[in-house]
């Protein structure tokens, strides 16, 4: 558990009152004369499932850097666990509890599955030997190796570990990454449209490991998909965004019905 200050201690006990997990508030981004996020109001609870759905640039990625602290929110705040995030660089995020995957997927492809997840586990851990890594000085520590083993047997992977990437297809790779997040035993997982680029099969195999990991590690999921049969299989209740901000919430299938969210749709060419 983060230590917070003590004058933070009154926003913890509201934050518990009210199971929120996280809650974003007035949030604000803006490039150049883009409002990438215009004024988002949202919260999730311990454990649960979040759609984040919405046509292309309705801010959602950008919503996610900005919980992640890849990028500066211009206004608004963003509290995790009672701790508000304010400037706290991306690591100390990861510490307190927030992991991603991204929509794009970087993997090294002469690496084995397992050294894609130990490499993620020390620039995490900020051990500090991540240099040595490079240069293949420093063996892995024992509870490292424990959390990796564990990651890759929750997904189903173990029988790859030792299998360089190059070697899988795409959906394995999407397992792959959601893994490496799944290293630091996150309480929150942003998962940026982890089914892209697979084919419904694949997707559903995705969606099952999802649902699987989401029930084994309790954690709170919030999850950005463009395949809703993937949303309904795995979300709790959907949030639709469009410009900048959120315009529906609820159940997906409410949701997706919304007049607002019909029409974000149909605006776009998708
Ligand atoms: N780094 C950036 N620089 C300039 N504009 C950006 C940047 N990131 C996102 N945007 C713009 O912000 C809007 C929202 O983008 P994004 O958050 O990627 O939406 P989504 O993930 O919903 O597709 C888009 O208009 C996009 O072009
Ligand atoms: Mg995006």
Redesign the pocket.
Known sequence: MAEAPADLDMDRTASRSSEALLTVRGLRKT??G?E?VAGVDMSIRAGETVGLV?P????????FNCICGQVRPGSGTIVFDGVPLDRMPVYRRARLGIGRTYQRIELFPELSVRDHLLVAERARSGHGRLWKDLLNRARPQPDELSRVEAALQLVGLSDLADTSVAALGLGTCRVVELARALVAEPRLLLADEPSSGLDVHETRQLADILRTVQRRRGMAVLL?EHDLAMVERVADRAIA?DL?QVIAEGPLKTVMAEGRVRHAYLGTDR
């Open positions: 490039f150049g883009v990438a919405g292309n640039g309705a801010g959602k990625t950008t919503l950005v965004m900048g």
